[in-house]
């Protein structure tokens, strides 16, 4: 599914621009990243004020579709990528006419569709080892009646667009399926079984062009309201033969997806220490962060080195770490809506603290505005000062 173009050395000429479709955060720290050696960064994002856009060489200001300024992005740029799952497919595919793409539209598309992504993990099975939660798909209020009992409780999921816990719902029976599925104006949904869970783990891997692959140490994940809460590294509860087979899986779907640049798949440990299949995202991730701090290469520079043609970096862990997300919340005191600056000098405070804020101006609650990673000799070092930040910013531990 790959491109085929010739390697790209970077140098001082103006002419090595790459170009990352999405103005998100991600973006913005891809662009740090792809500064750092040596590249200039154009980003195209219909919003003007965004934060990939603050810290880019050049933003194009446009919608995803608008085929002008995709050429532009394609002229201008040795190399394409995309910093979040929901971008057009067709767009990338376009690009890819026209200048090297990673990842490439066919592998994209997968993890846009929640169906098609589960029917991709089912045909890895074979050799990743792993297979998604038992599921059936829901396009019409029909299909509802065909639910097997097996499946309940479970969760319904739109197909399309979901993230950070939108587009989800827990259901116990069909008529609770039928009012969540209206609630979702009745567009295709997925029910998924509920599984007994005993945790939730992601794996960072990165593969170039010319298959080379790495996979980064199992982050341990804790959600809250379906978003991120923190990350642990290495995780507290993972056992070697759990990180082998988890880590194992992720090379075996990345290699038959051929996919190209950084990929984030999660997985659920269960109770009797099996693992299931979650989902991937084609792109770095939440869970990725601490990769910044505490790696010899992040993941934002891998995907720099990925769509450049450049050798994959080492992707060893030197300290423990764990990461905490920053939501719009610490903003505000309980139920108040006047905006406060945090404590940041408090938090900045404690050792091996890594504060990075994603330049977003309008603090909301529920918006991811920045993240901390701290890292330190020992995990529970890094446990300790997580806890006393949390207490710093007001967030329940």
């Not at 998924?192 to 298959?211: C, H, Q």
């Not at 009797?272 to 995202?281: F, I, P, Q, R, T």
Request: aromatic residues 8%; charged residues 20%.
């Amino acid at each position: 599914m790959s491109n085929e173009f010739p390697p790209f050395v970077p140098s001082a000429s103006p002419a090595n621009w790459l170009g990352v479709m999405g103005g998100g955060q991600l973006g913005r720290m891809f662009v740090h990243a792809a500064q750092k050696m040596g590249f200039k960064v154009a980003v195209l994002e219909p919003a003007r004020d965004c934060p990939a856009g603050h810290a880019s060489d050049h933003l194009l200001c446009a919608d995803y579709t608008d085929e002008q300024a995709l050429a532009e992005l394609a002229e201008q740029c040795v190399a394409v990528t995309t910093e979040f799952e929901n971008v057009p497919a067709p767009s990338l595919a376009f690009l890819a006419t026209r200048t090297f793409v990673a990842p490439a539209a066919a592998c994209v598309s997968i993890a846009q569709d929640r169906l098609e992504e589960k029917r991709f993990f089912t045909e890895c099975a074979a050799a990743s080892g792993v297979l998604p939660a038992p599921y059936k798909a829901i396009h019409a209020e029909a299909d509802i009646g065909a639910i097997p009992d097996a499946l309940f409780p479970g969760i319904l999921k739109t197909v399309r667009m979901g993230y950070d816990g939108k587009g989800q719902v827990r259901v116990k029976t069909r008529d609770e399926v039928r009012a969540a599925f209206a609630g979702m104006n009745g567009v295709p949904c997925v029910l998924e079984k509920m599984l007994p869970l005993a945790y939730e783990i992601s794996v960072l891997t990165a593969r170039g062009a010319d298959g080379e692959s790495v996979v980064y140490p199992i982050a341990e994940n804790v959600h809250r309201d379906g978003i991120l809460f923190t990350t642990t590294v290495p995780g507290p509860n993972v056992c070697a033969e759990s990180a082998r087979k988890a880590q194992a899986a992720a090379l075996a779907i990345v290699a038959q997806l051929g996919y190209v640049g950084v990929l984030c798949i999660e997985f659920f440990v269960l109770q009797d220490g099996s693992l299931v299949v979650n989902e991937m995202a084609p792109r770095p991730h939440n869970s990725g962060h601490y990769t910044i701090d505490a790696c010899i290469t992040s993941q934002f520079a891998q995907q720099v080195r990925a769509m450049a043609r450049l050798p994959l970096g080492e992707v060893r862990q030197h300290s423990p770490a764990v990461m905490l997300n920053i939501l719009g919340d610490v903003w505000f005191d309980g139920d108040s809506e006047q905006a406060r600056e945090p404590a940041w000098d408090k938090v900045l405070a404690l050792p091996g603290a890594n504060l990075h804020l994603y330049g977003k101006d309008d603090a909301r609650r529920g918006r991811k505005m920045g993240h901390v990673t701290f890292v330190a000799p020992t995990l529970a070092k890094a446990q300790a000062n997580l806890l006393v930040a949390c207490h710093i910013l007001g967030i329940a531990a």
